[in-house]
């Protein structure tokens, strides 16, 4: 039923930061499990964080302490905060809920010097 549109990647530099958006097209009140994953072409796609209806949330270890998630119920919108960015961080990336819906687009994060 709700749509999700990522939307904030870019080129960034090494060290930089960028702040991913996902906006639902519905209210997201009531959706206990949101997250963020990325994936590189030939690889699988994993999963960065997750989010929960209470606030609470987990990382994958590679972006512990670098990384933080977020939602706003009230503008029917996660985020994720992205800082000290890594070339490895390259990725198209993704926001879904659980269980999972259609996959989206995905926005494109890059990060070179």
């Known amino acids: 039923q709700v749509q999700l549109v990522e939307s904030g990647g870019g080129l960034v530099q090494p060290g930089g930061s960028l702040r991913l958006s996902c906006a639902a097209s519905?209210?997201?009140?009531?959706?206990?499990?949101m997250g963020w994953y990325r994936q590189v072409p030939g690889k699988q796609r994993e999963s960065v964080a997750v989010?929960?209806?209470?606030?609470?949330?987990n990382y994958a270890n590679f972006v512990k302490g670098r990384f933080t998630i977020a939602r706003d119920n009230a503008k029917n919108t996660m985020y994720l905060q992205m800082n000290s960015l890594k070339p490895e961080d390259t990725a198209v990336y993704y926001c879904n809920t659980l269980p999972w819906r259609r996959w989206g687009q995905g926005t494109q994060v890059t990060v070179s010097s």
């Open positions: 989010i929960f209806s209470g606030g609470n949330s």
């Open positions: 519905g209210s997201i009140f009531s959706i206990k499990t």
